[in-house]
C-alpha cells in the first residue's frame, strides 16, 4: 500500500512558477513508477509526465515538453512537478500516483495509488 498526498498548488499569474510535491507512505517507494496527471474542469483526466524508479528516465505528455519537469527524491519518498512558464489552460486539479509496472506509464488504468489532488489556477 501506498498513500499519497499532493501540496503545493494555489494561484499564480500567467508566466509564473510552481512546483508540486507528492509526499508518499508506505513501503518500497522507489519501485514504483510516478506519474502525475491532471483534470481542467469538465475535461476527462489527462497524463501530465511520469519518472522512472531511479529518477533517469522520464516521460511527458507534448503539451507540457520544455515546460514542466518531474523528479523525484527516493530518500525522501517524494516526487515533484516543477512547472514553469504557466498559462491558463494549465489550470487544473493535479494528481499524483503510483505504478507497480515497470515502464513509464501514460494511461491512468495502469497507476494503482493516487493523491487527493491539489489545484493549480493560472490568472491571465
Known amino acids: 500500500q501506498v498513500q499519497l498526498v499532493e501540496s503545493g498548488g494555489g494561484l499564480v499569474q500567467a508566466g509564473g512558477s510552481l512546483r508540486l510535491s507528492c509526499a508518499a507512505s508506505?513501503?518500497?517507494?522507489?519501485?514504483?513508477?510516478m506519474g502525475w496527471f491532471r483534470q481542467a474542469p469538465g475535461k476527462e483526466r489527462a497524463f501530465v509526465a511520469a519518472?522512472?524508479?531511479?529518477?533517469?528516465?522520464?516521460n511527458y505528455a507534448d503539451s507540457v515538453k520544455g515546460q514542466f519537469t518531474i523528479s523525484r527524491d527516493n530518500a525522501k519518498n517524494t516526487a515533484y512537478l516543477q512547472m514553469n512558464s504557466l498559462k491558463p489552460e494549465d489550470t487544473a486539479v493535479y494528481f499524483c500516483?503510483?505504478?507497480?509496472?515497470?515502464?513509464?506509464?501514460?494511461?491512468?488504468?495502469?497507476?494503482?495509488?493516487w493523491g487527493q489532488g491539489t489545484q493549480v489556477t493560472v490568472s491571465s
Open positions: 500516483a503510483a505504478s507497480p509496472l515497470g515502464r513509464l506509464a501514460s494511461e491512468g488504468k495502469d497507476y494503482a495509488y
Open positions: 508506505g513501503r518500497f517507494f522507489s519501485r514504483y513508477i
Open positions: 519518472v522512472s524508479w531511479s529518477g533517469d528516465g522520464t
